[in-house]
């Protein structure tokens, strides 16, 4: 038999709120070591690229953010499922606590984005699978957050939100294939893919690093949240009153 | 079945239930949520004529022509399989020359010429410092020139 002990502790409030308290120390020191050196290395150490010259230094920012915004709405979307199917509060907690990250994600990739757009495209914007089915995810972010805001029942948030971003689900393979189903004006994934990454080594690296990096900067921004959020649903619980005083 | 497994197969119907109307929906729309068409589709005659459209392929080396004394362009786009020849008036983006993607807005003045309003590059995935282009440029240029 498969122990299950792990899982069922992570359905424990003190538990989860300690645990994430010890992370987030990590979290931070990590991401705060990867993203430093890779936006050093990329901004000032890797060469130019052929073509766009500096311009193309904005992909540090772009690339990660764009990833972040889908893997924000992932953990929120299997998180929402857990709670769904396992009645889990905790779960429910994370995939609140999720939202707001990806939204701010989501958004630094669509300003980046279209801050790039405007030279090298030679448009802000253009309503292409791409762009359009991005700014759909900004839209399901703030739509899940607005939703869960208009119950004053939590448990009902809860549930109500979670089929929300479940649902939602089917928009992040449609935002990820979009540049090679359709004929689009974004181009192609130069390293979230099964070939070869199109990028030297010099270039490559600090990209590795700064996606590693935000990656643990949302681990860290979770953790923040997530005991936020448990503090709030857990206001009344006599567990608490120890870990506060503690502070 | 409990309860738990009740609600499992609710979340995996709604997953399948929202994969199925994405699938049928993107099928009936798409040549809407393209953003081009491509020469081949232009050749076959897909695309449609006195209608503002936009295509997109590469620009095909030695293609530009420039009238002198205006701004007026021509040149050729290809997916490598068929050719339409552009004609503009007006600014080209940075990333424009021989060899990119771009993508053009206008209406098709015959099977082969397109009018284009708007000129748009389009990057490509791949990056490299300016060193590797040039030595990755000289055998070529070294064949070419005996």
Same mark, same amino acid.
């Given at each position: 038999?498969?122990?299950?002990?792990?899982?069922?502790?992570? @359905?424990?409030?003190?538990?989860?709120?300690?645990?994430?308290?010890?992370?987030?120390?990590?979290?931070?020191?990590?991401?705060?070591?990867?993203?430093?050196?890779?936006?050093? @290395?990329?901004?000032?150490?890797?060469?130019?690229?052929?073509?766009? &010259?500096?311009?193309?230094?904005?992909?540090?920012?772009?690339?990660?953010? !764009? *990833?972040?915004?889908?893997?924000?709405?992932?953990?929120?979307?299997?998180?929402?499922?857990?709670?769904?199917? *396992?009645?889990?509060?905790?779960?429910?907690?994370?995939?609140? !606590?999720? !939202?707001?990250?990806?939204?701010?994600?989501?958004?630094?990739?669509?300003?980046?984005?279209?801050?790039?757009?405007?030279?090298? *495209?030679?448009? *802000?914007?253009?309503?292409?699978?791409?762009?359009?089915?991005?700014?759909?995810? +900004?839209?399901?972010?703030?739509?899940?957050?607005?939703?869960?805001?208009?119950?004053?029942?939590?448990?009902?948030?809860?549930?109500?939100?979670?089929?929300?971003?479940?649902?939602?689900?089917?928009?992040?393979?449609?935002?990820?294939?979009?540049?090679?189903?359709?004929?689009? +004006?974004?181009? &192609?994934?130069?390293?979230?893919?099964?070939?070869?990454?199109?990028?030297?080594?010099?270039?490559?690296?600090?990209?590795?690093?700064?996606?590693?990096?935000?990656?643990?900067?949302?681990?860290?921004?979770?953790?923040?949240?997530?005991?936020?959020?448990?503090? +709030?649903?857990?206001?009344?619980?006599?567990?608490?009153?120890?870990?506060?005083?503690?502070? | 079945?409990?309860?738990?497994?009740?609600?499992?197969?609710?979340?995996?119907?709604?997953?399948?239930?929202?994969?199925?109307?994405?699938?049928?929906?993107?099928?009936?729309?798409?040549?809407?949520?393209s953003y081009f068409y491509?020469?081949?589709q232009v050749?076959?005659?897909?695309a449609p004529r006195g209608r503002s459209i936009r295509v997109?392929?590469?620009?095909? /080396?030695?293609?530009?022509?420039?009238?002198?004394?205006?701004?007026?362009?021509?040149?050729?786009?290809?997916?490598?399989?068929?050719?339409?020849?552009?004609?503009?008036?007006?600014?080209?983006?940075?990333?424009?020359?021989?060899?990119?993607?771009?993508?053009a807005h206008g209406q098709l003045?015959?099977?082969?010429?397109f009018?284009?309003?708007?000129?748009?590059?389009?990057?490509?995935?791949?990056?490299?410092?300016?060193?590797?282009?040039?030595?990755? /440029? /000289?055998?070529?240029?070294?064949?070419?020139?005996?």
């Amino acid at each position: 038999m498969t122990d299950w002990t792990w899982f069922h502790r992570l @359905a424990s409030p003190p538990y989860v709120y300690r645990t994430a308290a010890r992370l987030q120390t990590w979290f931070t020191a990590l991401a705060g070591l990867l993203v430093g050196y890779g936006l050093f @290395a990329g901004l000032f150490v890797a060469p130019p690229d052929y073509q766009q &010259g500096d311009a193309f230094r904005i992909i540090y920012i772009h690339a990660p953010s !764009a *990833w972040l915004s889908m893997m924000c709405y992932s953990t929120m979307a299997i998180a929402a499922g857990v709670g769904l199917i *396992w009645r889990m509060k905790i779960a429910h907690a994370v995939a609140a !606590a999720s !939202a707001p990250i990806g939204a701010s994600f989501t958004f630094l990739a669509l300003l980046t984005g279209s801050l790039w757009g405007r030279p090298m *495209w030679g448009t *802000w914007w253009v309503w292409d699978a791409r762009l359009t089915s991005e700014l759909i995810l +900004l839209f399901l972010y703030l739509g899940y957050m607005a939703l869960r805001t208009s119950f004053d029942d939590r448990t009902r948030a809860d549930r109500a939100s979670a089929v929300l971003a479940i649902v939602g689900v089917i928009n992040l393979p449609i935002i990820h294939f979009s540049v090679y189903w359709w004929n689009s +004006l974004h181009q &192609g994934s130069t390293v979230m893919k099964f070939d070869k990454p199109s990028m030297p080594a010099s270039m490559l690296w600090p990209l590795l690093a700064c996606l590693l990096g935000f990656s643990f900067l949302y681990a860290a921004l979770l953790c923040v949240r997530l005991r936020a959020e448990i503090l +709030l649903r857990e206001r009344n619980a006599s567990w608490l009153a120890g870990v506060v005083e503690l502070r | 079945m409990t309860p738990r497994r009740k609600r499992l197969m609710l979340v995996v119907g709604i997953l399948l239930g929202v994969s199925l109307a994405t699938l049928f929906a993107t099928r009936a729309l798409r040549e809407n949520l393209s953003y081009f068409y491509d020469p081949t589709q232009v050749a076959q005659g897909e695309a449609p004529r006195g209608r503002s459209i936009r295509v997109g392929g590469m620009v095909t /080396k030695g293609s530009v022509k420039r009238e002198s004394g205006s701004l007026e362009v021509k040149f050729d786009v290809t997916d490598f399989r068929h050719t339409v020849t552009v004609s503009y008036r007006g600014v080209l983006p940075d990333l424009f020359r021989e060899g990119q993607g771009i993508i053009a807005h206008g209406q098709l003045a015959s099977d082969r010429v397109f009018v284009a309003d708007e000129v748009l590059a389009k990057h490509d995935e791949k990056y490299m410092p300016p060193e590797v282009k040039q030595s990755l /440029k /000289k055998p070529m240029n070294e064949g070419a020139t005996p």
